[in-house]
């Protein structure tokens, strides 16, 4: 029986202080499960919340099911639909960051066709945020803007290049914009200005052929919203999905009152929960196909192997990174 190394913890805390590296039996698949010799799994805020014990779910500790996306080729299967070969992305379960998942089959979907690993195991969380932020909310129609911060983060890198893809012009809201600038309107993103540069918005609104964009995508929180809000035509919507400056967002009564703002919030594991396989077999495979096309490309920072994953932990939480810190699973 082949063994299955896998990342664990046992109590909530800092995931280079917490998390532990195991072997356990493989475990074969049951009726209806499959086994999936994972590849790749990146590591984003929400795994690092998930261990610190503050995301919107809490495990039962102690627990080895750690890593909320990845992707991986199927290894056995008691499954319909599933053969040996597949490769398969993590939807409804947790523990990506493991050599073998052994899950039912419902937890997985099939890609169609194989995909870089590297872009497959980042493609459920940040190219997901993105399309919704773009269909589910505003009705947007080619030639219309939209304006968002963290630019340079995974959500943000993808949200420009599905909006290029659609023909919307992207205002790109950053720190250091002189470094990350060109990156950034190499994906296609219109305009790049610096969160800290004083009245760079109202330039940028004032610029001929500019419209104040109806739609805003947020996951700063704090002063940064504000810029969004204040940039935004009146009726705008902000859609907020994330909060990497752990500030609230304070709203000035006028903007609710006179603008008639609207603030959203979006939470992709809900979305999940809650709609049709179909659709969202649909969404990814939308999402899969602009990948293996050239139009749809995440960003890597680094790789480790799943014995550094504190080290890689350490690394994600770094700033300044302009990609994803992944784990290389496959043996």
Not at 276 to 286: G, R
Not at 319 to 326: A, H, V
Request: net charge neutral.
């Amino acid at each position: 029986m082949r063994e299955n190394r896998h990342a664990s913890f046992s109590a909530f805390g800092e995931p280079e202080a917490v998390l532990q590296v195991g072997t356990e039996e493989l475990r074969p698949p049951g009726e209806g499960e499959i086994c999936v010799r994972m590849l790749a799994a990146p590591i984003n805020p929400a795994d690092i919340n998930y261990v610190q014990g503050v995301y919107g779910e809490k495990p039962t500790l102690p627990t080895h099911a750690v890593g909320l996306e990845g992707c991986g080729v199927v290894n056995s299967s008691r499954a319909a639909g599933f053969e040996p070969g597949d490769m398969v992305i993590l939807l409804n379960t947790v523990g990506a960051w493991s050599r073998f998942l052994t899950a039912p089959a419902g937890h997985f979907l099939r890609l169609p066709g194989h995909l870089d690993p590297m872009q497959a195991a980042m493609l459920k969380v940040n190219p997901l945020t993105a399309l919704r932020v773009l269909e589910d909310y505003v009705p947007l129609q080619a030639g219309d803007w939209l304006v968002m911060n963290a630019a340079n983060s995974g959500v943000g890198q993808c949200l420009i290049q599905l909006a290029r893809e659609r023909g919307l012009h992207t205002i790109c809201l950053v720190r250091q914009a002189k470094q990350r600038g060109d990156m950034l309107r190499a994906l296609g993103a219109d305009i790049v200005i610096d969160e800290e540069e004083p009245e760079a918005a109202q330039k940028v609104l004032a610029t001929p052929g500019v419209q104040r964009p109806r739609l805003a995508s947020n996951c700063v929180g704090g002063e940064s919203t504000l810029r969004l809000m204040d940039m935004l035509a009146p009726g705008g919507t902000m859609v907020t999905f994330g909060s990497m400056s752990r500030k609230s967002i304070k709203v000035p009564n006028s903007w609710l009152i006179f603008k008639d703002i609207s603030l959203r919030g979006l939470w992709c594991t809900r979305w999940l929960q809650h709609t049709p396989a179909t659709e969202v077999a649909a969404a990814y495979h939308y999402l899969a196909g602009l990948v293996a096309a050239g139009k749809l490309q995440q960003r890597v920072a680094g790789v480790f192997g799943i014995d550094a994953v504190q080290e890689a932990c350490r690394q994600a939480r770094q700033e300044g990174r302009d990609g994803k810190i992944l784990l290389r699973l496959g043996e």
